[in-house]
């Protein structure tokens, strides 16, 4: 007990100016990527040319779905089990990205809502170390 891990590796970060995403960004056409791309998907730009780029931490619910049972492994999640709102978020940077909803009553979660990255705990994995992922909570 006592050690902290992260979800993914590579996927976020504590920064000095709070969570970021560790996303992407092509120089020629904008277009954003999470996770972080090694080339550009966009069929009309016409010079792939890739940028490391913090993504969040505004953002708002385009869509969500409360999960009431525990996800199988290797979803790491409460135990005892709590429902929780997962959501599909716009972010203001122009793409979508899935997350938890930390808040204390997944029912009170709407579409719409405004939200913000934070990095929280989702449970422990089989080791007993707490698992830490990008989150988005209810502004
Ligand atoms: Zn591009």
């Known amino acids: ?21 560790l996303g992407s960004r092509c120089a020629t056409c904008s277009t954003p990527y999470f996770p972080r791309s ?3 998907h966009n069929p009309d730009c ?3 040319k890739m940028e490391d780029t913090y993504l969040g931490p ?3 619910i385009w869509s969500l779905s409360v999960q ?15 429902p929780f709102a997962a959501a599909m978020v716009d ?19 709407n579409v719409g809502d405004e939200v913000e990255l934070v990095i929280a705990p989702l449970g ?16």
């Open 68 to 82: 009431t049972y525990p996800p199988p492994p290797p979803v790491v999640s409460n135990d005892p089990f709590e």
């Open 38 to 40: 090694s080339g550009c």
């Open 91 to 109: 972010l203001e940077e122009g793409l979508r990205v899935l997350g938890r909803i930390v808040c204390d009553d997944p029912g009170q979660v």
């Open 58 to 60: 505004k953002g708002r």
């Open 1 to 21: 007990m006592g050690d902290t891990i992260e979800s993914v590796e590579g996927l976020f970060e504590d920064t000095a100016n709070g969570p970021r995403l």
């Open 46 to 48: 016409d010079l792939s």
């Open 124 to 139: 422990n994995d089989a080791d007993g170390r707490e698992v830490v992922s990008w989150q988005f909570k209810p502004v």
